[in-house]
T-cell receptor, first 112, second 114 residues
Framework: NAGVTQTPKFQVLKTGQSMTLQCAQD?????MSWYRQDPGMGLRLIHY???????DQGEVPNGYNVSRSTTEDFPLRLLSAAPSQTSVYFC???????????FGPGTRLTVL | GNSVTQMEGPVTLSEEAFLTINCTYT??????LFWYVQYPGEGLQLLLK?????DKGSNKGFEATYRKETTSFHLEKGSVQVSDSAVYFC?????????????FGGGTRLMVKP
């Protein structure tokens, strides 16, 4: 089991560019989520999914899109990058709602 | 809404010292509580959890007790090691969270010196 994998590990974008952060899990977990980590603010939920074809917004969804076409994959799209989106992004998955989650290693994104 | 408050760091200790990292929460329902640890350059790993009042979670010498009366879940370790240096996050989940996902505290950096 690879667990939760994320690519890329690092990315630098210019304001206005778009990109997709990839997340995959091989544990057959139904529930997946994206968080961003900013200094002193812990992790904040961006979007989540409770199964293939079902997504919903978290606490800070603006500027991000997600889709869930398969159980394994949950990509996060930045439509038009802004400096405020400079952060570390973590993908997570779990088999049971309300239970602890497996986290990926993170993607460090810088928007200039 | 739900929230988690942790003591600000960094916390700097000498090896074998006693550790306490305070965590308090507000929640709509009856949350499950978690401590996660993040080592440098890595993602978050679950350290321990408790799902109901008076439960004690423990792992790798760390302990935390779910105190409903004080809405607290303080992390303790009797004798820290240099390898415990990391950032520690307190978190909760309950039904009122979006998708029952996690609400995190701001994190506390622990530095242990030899």
């Amino acid at each position: 089991n690879a667990g939760v994998t994320q690519t890329p590990k690092f990315q630098v974008l210019k304001t206005g560019q778009s990109m997709t952060l990839q997340c995959a899990q091989d544990m057959n977990h139904e529930y997946m989520s994206w968080y961003r980590q900013d200094p002193g603010m812990g992790l904040r939920l961006i979007h989540y999914s409770v199964g293939a074809g079902i997504t919903d917004q978290g606490e800070v969804p603006n500027g991000y899109n997600v889709s869930r076409s398969t159980t394994e994959d949950f990509p996060l799209r930045l439509l038009s990058a802004a400096p405020s989106q400079t952060s570390v992004y973590f993908c997570a998955s779990t088999t049971t709602l309300g239970e602890w989650q497996f986290f990926g290693p993170g993607t460090r994104l810088t928007v200039l | 809404g739900n929230s988690v408050t942790q003591m600000e760091g960094p916390v700097t200790l000498s090896e074998e010292a006693f550790l306490t990292i305070n965590c308090t929460y507000t929640a709509t329902g009856y949350p499950s509580l978690f401590w996660y640890v993040q080592y440098p350059g890595e993602g978050l790993q679950l350290l321990l959890k408790a799902t109901k009042a008076d439960d004690k979670g423990s792992n790798k010498g760390f302990e935390a007790t779910y105190r409903k009366e004080t809405t607290s879940f303080h992390l303790e370790k009797g004798s820290v090691q240099v390898s415990d240096s990391a950032v520690y996050f307190c978190a909760l989940s309950d039904w009122s969270n979006a998708g029952n996902m996690l609400t995190f505290g701001g994190g506390t950096r622990l530095m242990v010196k030899p």
